[in-house]
Nanobody, 130 residues
Framework: QVQLVESGGGLVQPGGSLRLSCTAS????????IGWFRQAPGKERDRISCINNKDDATLYSDSVKGRFTISRDNAENTAYLQMNALKPEDTGVYYCVAVFFSYSYYSGYYCRTDASMTSWGQGTQVTVSS
């Protein structure tokens, strides 16, 4: 399994921005597709965004599309989640993990967790509140 460490969370006012980082220390991040997930208080963990490692194709959930941007810098062994126009409902613990990313003729690009590579870390807390 692939271990990643998240950072960059904090308290921000509605409408503000944060950039989360996801760092790999023991392997080359460029070998894996990366996904960001969010777990809001009392709710299940949801996929927010994914980025492929072959062509940097990206996916976003409808709840963050147009506000969040996922990116990666393989030279720095780091992936990022730039979050703009934050809303109180964006509050939660954010996790980055290695994911399976592929393409289907019928459904287009998709990504999902995979037991062979996905390992959940501590996450980073994001709180959006005035």
């Amino acid at each position: 399994q692939v271990q990643l460490v998240e950072s960059g969370g904090g308290l921000v006012q509605p409408g503000g921005s944060l950039r989360l980082s996801c760092t790999a220390s023991e392997f080359a991040l460029g070998n894996y597709a990366i996904g960001w997930f969010r777990q809001a208080p009392g709710k299940e963990r949801d996929r927010i965004s994914c980025i492929n490692n072959k062509d940097d194709a990206t996916l976003y959930s409808d709840s963050v599309k147009g506000r969040f941007t996922i990116s990666r810098d393989n030279a720095e062994n780091t992936a990022y989640l730039q979050m703009n126009a934050l809303k109180p409902e964006d509050t939660g613990v954010y996790y980055c993990v290695a994911v399976f990313f592929s393409y289907s003729y019928y459904s287009g690009y998709y990504c999902r967790t995979d037991a062979s590579m996905t390992s959940w870390g501590q996450g980073t807390q994001v709180t959006v509140s005035s």
